[in-house]
């Protein structure tokens, strides 16, 4: 057992040191993202700021060429074998590289999210693009890892590749964890002064090492080679049989029931609930169970025949209520992202269990090819999830503004009478939409500070922002609170000597601010001993306590001119935000700057925030 164990850690390690032989083009995609991220540790903020776009562009474009090198590596191996074409994959993964960072620094920067930003960032969709890439890299790597039926399939690759992640993490956390405690050693005994950096420069190292481990891990796939290696790789232990079939089956089965459940009641009393909890309820469902299905693909227990011969059925019927839902959405809000994201879903997941009903395991490859699809379709020019929903909301608000005559010969004009709510809320919504879509190419009418600025909203259609009345996407929670800020105004302070600013002492007993009056010398104490105990302002003069008071009267004269509750607006006065003291040695006044007091009804609990601003005081 002992030389068993020994023999498969260092078959693990040798399989990282072959990888640098086998996938070449990866392993250098990945040494340079780990040398790009050493330079931006080294170098701090300011110095880093300049360059954090270019870095960031690095980073991208080194990923996506570490993926599509081992896609491509895996797709000569397995079709062609030869050195020149070995050669030539490498060689594209590096292009590929080269051309993504080319590609990202300079066309993929992003518009400044204000004005005066200091740095360039890459754009979402610029980085979503390049994760599209990666996404079916992987999907084809995979693939093609199953590529040769006499030895492998689809899902023995698939569960292949998973293993060899967890794996590679399982390795990289250890090696993370023993290289951090010897580091941790040498600060504590030796070296005091060590360097905070020197812990992330250990994690950049073992995140490369974790990487060559995952890539090393699987077997030779050239079609003239028959490694052993692959059938150990691509079969599932005993756990792992045991964690799927009897344990995830069961509860995707639970699941499955819940949501036919939910189709019955949508029958009987209609649809119900919020489209954003639903969408993301049925995502997980469509995905996480093809994914089961695929991975279950050998498994010959009960529950395992019976969930692959139930899912596709159950999917179908299930994905066919999310339609309506949808069509509903669509109907009350038209195409934006969360819909435009759940309906290309439900296209594929669609799709997909009806290979799975008639093809079974042969629907497998169909299905990854429908994943690519649906990736790259996402991020096109014109109909991707960044383009068509502002077309469709644009449309929208532009039939909408017409009917009311308030776009005239492409021009805005101030509603003549009001609107319906319903318009109102139509209107508030596309813009607000349209607004805050990222590269979003608007009409030369619309103004995208339109949806930023209620002043500028209110004077271009003549109303207030009216927001939609939509359910709750999540259950309330009963919390009741009141926050009050310090209002821009002057502070009379002709009757006090000195002004102190506050000292940092939440949690310590023993931080004051101290200056010499002319009594004597002062300590003043802020004291916030835990995150809900009330403050306490204790003032001592030459080793005697002159004041020591909680703000418990002052909490009772706060909550009760302005009780906690789920109101938002409260206005303070300089009156609500002061508290004044007064001894027969000094006189004090505190100024708050933000006061919150919150009340946890379910938890019972209530919490105390008092932003001390300043401490004015005079002798007498």
């Not at 993929?108 to 890299?137: F, H, I, K």
């Not at 079939?245 to 919020?274: D, E, F, H």
């Not at 607000?432 to 004077?459: M, Q």
């Not at 922002?465 to 002057?490: F, G, H, I, K, V």
Request: hydrophobic content about 50%; some cysteine.
């Amino acid at each position: 057992m002992k030389n068993t164990f020994a023999r498969s850690i260092a078959e693990v390690f040798k399989g990282a040191a072959e990888a640098f032989k086998t996938f070449p083009a990866a392993i250098l995609c990945a040494a340079l993202f780990a040398v790009v991220t050493i330079i931006r540790i080294k170098l701090d903020w300011p110095e880093q700021e300049a360059y954090n776009f270019l870095f960031n562009c690095l980073h991208w474009a080194l990923a996506l060429g570490a993926l599509l090198s081992l896609a491509a590596i895996t797709t000569v191996k397995t079709l062609f074998d030869t050195m020149k074409t070995f050669l030539i994959a490498n060689a594209l993964g590096i292009f590929a590289a080269i051309v993504a960072f080319i590609a990202l620094f300079f066309w993929g920067e992003a518009e400044p999210a204000y004005e005066g930003a200091r740095y360039a960032v890459v754009s979402r969709l610029a980085g979503m693009r390049v994760t599209m890439g990666m996404v079916v890299s992987f999907l084809v790597f995979v693939f093609m890892g199953g590529y040769l039926q006499d030895r492998s399939d689809f899902a023995r690759s698939f569960f292949m590749s998973h293993k060899a992640f967890f794996i590679a993490m399982i390795y990289g956390a250890v090696i993370m964890s023993g290289l951090s405690g010897v580091a941790g050693a040498v600060e504590a005994l030796l070296y005091n002064a060590m360097s905070s950096k020197v812990y992330m420069y250990l994690g950049t190292l073992s995140g490369f090492i974790g990487f060559t481990i995952f890539i090393g891990y699987f077997p030779d796939f050239s079609k003239r080679v028959l490694d052993e290696q692959r059938e150990i790789a691509q079969k599932q232990p005993r756990f792992i049989e045991v964690l799927f079939g009897y344990i995830m089956v069961p509860i995707v089965l639970a699941l499955t029931l819940v949501l036919l459940l939910w189709a019955v009641k949508t029958i009987v009393g209609g649809m119900s609930a919020a489209f954003i909890r639903l969408s993301a309820i049925a995502t997980a469902y469509a995905a996480g169970g093809i994914w089961l299905h695929i991975m279950l693909t050998h498994h010959e227990a009960g529950l395992a025949r019976i969930f692959r011969r139930i899912y596709p059925i159950a999917a179908l019927v299930i994905l066919a209520f999310e339609a309506w839902a949808l069509f509903i959405q669509l109907g009350k809000y038209g195409l934006k992202l969360t819909e435009y994201s759940f309906a290309l879903i439900w296209v594929s997941a669609v799709a997909s269990v009806i290979l799975l009903l008639i093809l079974q395991k042969r629907a497998h490859p169909i299905i990854a090819a429908i994943v690519c699809f649906a990736a790259i379709f996402a991020v096109l020019p014109g109909i991707g999830y960044h383009a068509l929903p502002v077309s469709v909301q644009v449309n929208r608000l532009e039939n909408v503004l017409l009917d009311q005559g308030m776009l005239v010969d492409g021009k805005l004009s101030p509603a003549k009478k009001m609107p319906d709510t319903g318009i109102r809320q139509s209107i508030t919504d596309a813009v607000n939409f349209l607004a805050y879509a990222e590269g979003a190419k608007l009409p030369d009418w619309l103004d995208s500070e339109l949806g930023r600025n209620h002043e500028s909203f209110k004077k271009a259609f003549g109303f207030e922002q009216t927001w939609p009345e939509r359910e709750p996407e999540y259950p309330t929670n009963p919390y009741l609170a009141t926050s009050l800020t310090l209002p821009s105004s002057a502070v009379d302070i002709s009757n006090y000597t000195w002004a102190v600013s506050p000292p940092d002492s939440c949690g310590k007993s023993d931080t004051y601010a101290s200056f010499e009056g002319k009594l004597g010398s002062y300590r003043i104490y802020w004291q916030v001993n835990e995150s809900r105990a009330v403050p306490i302002i204790k003032v001592i003069l030459d080793e005697r306590v002159i004041l020591e008071e909680n703000m418990n009267s002052y909490i009772d004269r706060i909550t009760a001119k302005y009780p906690p509750g789920q109101e938002k607006g409260y206005k303070a006065t300089l009156e609500d935000m002061s508290l004044a003291f007064s001894t027969p040695e000094v006189d004090i006044m505190l100024i708050f700057n933000n006061i919150n007091i919150g009340l946890d009804a379910e938890c019972d609990m209530i919490d105390y925030w008092f932003a001390l601003n300043t401490i004015y005081i005079k002798e007498k």
